[in-house]
């Protein structure tokens, strides 16, 4: 029998941990005020300082060349494409020089899962990488890409994953979890590895020390039994290792895409299943806004229901530009999005650490 949903929402406000058919209930649930009052309590509980968090860095995507094929993914080409590319080398520093000098820290590595390329390739961008920047976190190959890795050098996971990190790895981006249901995976991707793959990359990197982010892409094919079963596995590795630094969830963008014919969820569907994630993922400490798929005021409006953290600047967003949905904010207009919610912005690095001046951290920066 179901339980009101008020006693639900108590339950998860108070740091108890929800089931799964607890957590279907709340999906369903369309008072979408009284799960974003939860969701906030419970952030408010999880983060009672004074300020928010931002943070600046720059989406690479280092080739768009992919074995794989994702009906979602308006980016890719396949290998024989002659707009496939490799982006140059002295390109790919230029982009990172650009981001340190808008105040970045960090640059999210990501491509499409080229066939051919050796790992040797890969420990040598990292290194080039490290050897011009080596203060910035390289937070690169989403866990499809580093799975599709062992596939084309065919070895072990750990010594992939051993050898990227010595060669200037830092950290792993979540994404390609879309949905981490396989009967979803099978739908929509061909090619890419599935559930359990994509958690044992993330198990086997956090073992090793590393940290990394989640992800879900959501309003597409699934269910909203298997939008929990998603939290659910990613709430257990957490468990398991407690290697994710946040989780970050956004709604299927669909034009230029192969699913073009589905309607985007909007904002009602994107909030109610943001604050459900607060409320259902107790072990996850922040949780990020997008704005970059949202605009700027749901992705503000978001961090009243349960998110604690604006996400990136995101200099480069190509993945989703691609797909036609792409909102561009200044980096005074996120700081000023969050003190219009009478907090202040601060910016911090992957690890949630604050990297800017207190006493600064009010002021807007002269940067667009
Ligand atoms: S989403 Fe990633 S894995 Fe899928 S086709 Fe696009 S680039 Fe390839």
Redesign the pocket.
Known sequence: MNSPISTLLDKAVAGERLTPTEGLQLMQCRDLAALGRAADEVTRRLHPESFRTYNIDRNVNYT?I?????D??A??RSPKDPEGYILERDTLLEKIRETVELGGDQILL????HPGLPITWYEQLLADIKYHFPQVNVHGF?P??IHALTKVAKLPLEEILTRLKAAGLGSLPG??AEILVDRVRKEI?R??CLTDDWLNVMRVWHQMGGRSTATMMFGHVETLEERVEHLERLRQLQDETGGFTAFICWTFQPDNTDMADIAPSGAFEYLRTQAVSRLYLNNFVNIQSSWVTQGQKIGQIAMLYGANDMGSLMIEEN?VAEAGTVHHLSLDQIRQSIRDLGYIPRQRNVFYELIDEPETASEPLAVS
Do not use: D, R, W, Y
């Open positions: 768009n992919c074995s794989a094929v994702c979602f993914c980016f890719f990501q491509g499409g899962m989403s499809p890409e994404g390609g991707t090619g890419k993945v």
